[in-house]
């Protein structure tokens, strides 16, 4: 019961947003998944594609030249729902590689452990159910914010007779008359689909991400206690020599497992978190020169709630960009202390043909486990900073290009 509890409470909230999609790596029922529950991603990702993506693209090519306007098409629906678009396919793709990551999460679950072990893994289920119920609860206040502004901003443009009737709220390129009613409202309700598919196609797949590193980082704090204590065992029972071998021996072979575990994250999400850091660039440096362009034009009537919409955006985006680097930072730390944790043992009390053993895991511990980017840039603090900065250096590109055109 108590493990049932434990594990509902880690994977809860990640369990229901994959689910939603159609993505969660069930390893009881992945391949018995048939019918419109294996299938669901493609409609989430036929909603983004065909409502949001493909036709403001295409719109992209009409507004060509005017900075104004591409880069809100751009910043506000186009590149992030694309993106989303992007992770959703990722996640189904590798299911078939996260299914036996999912069991070795359960059965770490289900293990015995300690009381300070089992500590241990809630306190970084805590963090992993924080940032998936607080990455989705913003996105989605995000969205629907984004959504009802439009429709006001849009119904006032209207009166004052500045926008003409039927106005979609994304402006997008459509091959047929999209003022005609039925399918007026028909685009209508599969943009407003569409975002709200793109929301936790955005967040669901990071919260997950997020989830599996805090377990590993979890899982070798735990082994780092073991290792540290390992030493003490054996001088207070007197074990024998080879009784303290075996032990090191599951001791290595857990640090084997848990190394796979991060390397196929890594495998598996390289490439996207690649594509996020750029993505994520290009948002911060688009939206904030909606923001800079909304503080230096209007005069008479400040936008406040407008301008706030936008900060709240760039926070989101900055935001999903901090929890990568965040558990990239943990797992660098704790993938690292293993050398600690031996060398902190009373390994002053072993033989010196056992203290000698305990070096191969100092070694191996020397090159730590990281989150990367494409495989060249590792997932870290100075990372998030790196970007922030490189970010604002094309913004202050944009504003230059903005005033000679001016």
């Known amino acids: 019961m108590a493990f049932s509890k434990d594990l509902d409470y880690a994977i809860g909230w990640n369990r229901f947003n994959l689910k939603f999609l ?4 069930d390893f009881d029922q992945l391949d018995k998944n048939i019918g419109f529950t294996k299938y669901r991603w493609i409609v989430h990702a036929f909603f983004m594609l065909g409502f949001i993506i493909i036709p403001q693209t295409a719109y992209l090519a009409i507004i060509w030249g005017d900075l104004d306007l591409m880069t809100e098409d751009l910043a506000t629906a186009n590149v992030p729902v694309t993106m989303a678009c992007i992770k959703l396919f990722v996640i189904w793709y590798h299911l078939k590689t996260l299914n036996p990551l999912l069991g070795a999460f359960v059965d770490d679950w289900n293990r015995s452990k300690s009381e300070e072990e089992r500590s241990i893994m809630l306190s970084n289920a805590k963090k992993a159910r924080i940032i998936s119920m607080f990455c989705t609860i913003m996105i989605q ?3 629907t914010i984004y959504i009802l502004l439009r429709i006001i901003m849009i119904a006032q443009m209207q009166r004052d007779q500045m926008e003409p009737a039927r106005t979609l709220i994304c402006p997008a390129y459509f091959p047929y008359d999209v003022r005609r009613t039925p399918l007026f409202y028909l685009t209508y309700t599969g943009q407003i689909l569409a975002a709200y598919s793109a929301t936790v196609s955005y967040t669901g797949v990071d919260s997950f991400i997020s989830m599996l590193v805090l377990h590993v980082c979890a899982q070798i704090s735990n082994l780092r206690l073991t290792l540290k204590t390992l030493a003490d065992e054996r001088s207070t029972k007197e074990r024998r020599a080879d009784n303290f071998v075996k032990k090191l021996a599951l001791i290595v072979k857990r640090h084997e497992h848990l190394n796979w575990f991060a390397q196929s994250i890594e495998n598996s999400f390289n490439v996207l978190m690649l594509v996020q850091i750029m993505t994520c660039t290009m948002q911060v440096c688009f939206q904030s020169y909606q923001v800079l362009t909304i503080l230096g034009e209007n005069e008479d009537e400040f936008p406040t709630v407008q301008l706030c919409f936008l900060i709240l955006f760039v926070a989101v985006t900055l935001l999903h960009l901090y929890i990568y680097c965040y558990v990239g930072e943990m797992l660098i730390v704790q993938s690292s202390g293993m050398s600690e944790s031996a060398y902190e043992s ?20 020397t090159i730590p486990l990281r989150l990367t980017a494409g495989k060249f840039s590792t997932f870290s603090m100075k990372t998030f900073s790196d970007i922030v900065r490189t970010s604002m250096g094309y ?10 055109k001016d």
């Open 395 to 404: 913004l202050s590109v944009l504003l230059t290009v903005s005033e000679q």
């Open 22 to 25: 159609g993505v969660w790596p």
């Open 346 to 365: 009373k390994w002053c009390d072993l033989s010196p043909k056992e203290a000698r053993n305990l070096l191969f895991v100092m070694r191996r511990s």
């Open 141 to 143: 206040i995000m969205t």
